[in-house]
């Protein structure tokens, strides 16, 4: 069953948006350093399935023993496959990059020591709560009912990218429905609750039986690729199996190399992935964390859409007269900034806070928050919408 598909067999030599039938570490060796955006890699557990496991209707339950999995015959055979294929990633990953890895309780230990000894730097680690965990049939342990993920990069001092507000837009695990349809918005934490794989999402094969039997959830990789990563981006995928990552990374706007040894998944992965459409919204674009160009006050003022003098409110009370030069002038006559005021104005402290999201100005007789008007500046001047 495994083996290398020469049909498959691209030449792949950074040729992007492929799938590469192959062993990941050979493969990986072929392509070039700091050549890669995203990491993701759903590797062999070896999770040590031994007989057959029973529902509690007596059916059988189709759980993990592939072959691909319990491959390794000691911890040692695991924790070699697992330096060789991090230690690739390593290699090819951006200085700026980032890597996911996902592994439940049989491996997630021994990976997340061999990438501290490799040197990534972690990021985060997070919990996958499943919505609908398999049940532990026998009643023999508690009911595993989530995977973890290390979330890593090159070097301490990697600027790696993270779509903070994206992740807000994204993240319905701490906001409920209702709270999000009105408008809250929180960060997104590190314990995320998804259901497994399941209906249409789930591949069958020509019998109609899931085809992979741990294929992820497309809302899994989908978050993963949105929160860190960018449009036109590299992203990819030591373990493809059913090309999750490359549907959701086409999906994205993103480019993919997935690599998989087993023939059998790259053809239905690659069937797969000719039926994604890209849908380039703003989850895609990232468009909540672009930042505005900056503008200051004085071109905001020499444009005409400040007047010097003018007063700044907080709360109905004015607080500050802007002056010629884009400061607030306070009634004492001391000069000050937008951001130091409003630390000491709301907190009695002094904390800088974002001006721009509190001052407001008369218009038409009506408090309007001078970011209205620096909006309607950039929109107009700037082109910037
Ligand atoms: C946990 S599964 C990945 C599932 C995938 N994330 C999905 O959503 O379908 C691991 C995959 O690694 C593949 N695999 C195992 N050893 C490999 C190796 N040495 N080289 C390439 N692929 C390998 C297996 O065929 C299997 O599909």
């Not at 990633?89 to 491996?107: A, E, P, T």
């Not at 695990?173 to 209906?199: P, Y």
């Amino acid at each position: 069953m495994i083996g290398k598909n020469n049909f498959l067999c691209y030449n792949h030599f950074m040729n992007k948006n492929v799938i590469i039938c192959g062993d990941t570490v050979e493969e990986l060796k072929k392509m070039p350093d700091e050549s890669v955006d995203l990491i993701f890699a759903d590797p062999p557990y070896w999770m040590r399935v031994e007989g057959k496991l029973q529902r509690v209707n007596g059916n059988d339950y189709d759980g993990c023993d592939d072959e691909w999995d319990n491959q390794f015959k000691t911890l040692e055979d695991y924790e070699n496959f697992t330096y060789e294929w991090l230690k690739e990633c390593k290699r090819v990953l951006k200085k700026d990059g980032s890597i996911w890895v996902i592994g439940g309780m049989q491996c997630i230990y021994t990976i997340g020591y061999i990438m501290q000894k490799l040197g990534y730097w972690f990021i985060n680690d997070v919990i996958w709560f499943k919505k609908n965990p398999t049940p532990n049939f026998k009643g023999t342990r508690l009911n595993n009912a989530h995977e973890t993920l290390i979330w890593a990069v090159k070097s301490k001092t990697a600027s790696y990218h993270f779509n903070y507000k994206t992740a807000k837009e994204l993240n319905l695990d701490t906001v409920s429905n209702e709270e999000f349809s009105k408008g809250t918005r929180k960060q997104m934490g590190s314990v995320w609750k998804m259901s497994l794989c399941q209906g249409e999402e789930r591949i069958k094969d020509e019998n109609g039986n899931k085809l992979h039997s741990t294929q992820k959830p497309e809302e899994l990789l989908y978050r993963i690729i949105a929160i860190s990563s960018q449009v036109g981006d590299l992203v990819l995928d030591p373990f493809g199996g059913t090309m999750t990552t490359g549907a959701m990374a086409k999906k994205l706007g993103r480019d993919y190399i997935c690599i998989d040894n087993n023939k059998v998944y790259c053809n239905y992965g690659k069937e797969r992935l000719k039926n994604i459409v890209p849908i380039i919204n703003d989850v895609a674009l990232a468009t909540f964390d672009r930042k505005p160009p900056k503008v200051t006050f004085t071109e905001m003022i020499d444009a005409g859409y400040f007047e010097v003098g003018e007063k700044l409110y907080y709360n109905d009370k004015a607080y500050l007269f802007l002056t010629k030069e884009g400061k607030g002038q306070k009634k004492d006559g001391s000069i000050t900034d937008i951001h130091s005021a409003i630390g000491q104005v709301k907190n009695n402290s002094e904390t800088r806070l974002n001006g721009w999201d509190y001052w407001t100005v008369m218009r038409n007789g009506r408090f309007t928050p001078i970011n209205d008007i620096r909006k309607k500046y950039l929109k107009e001047v700037k082109n910037y919408e």
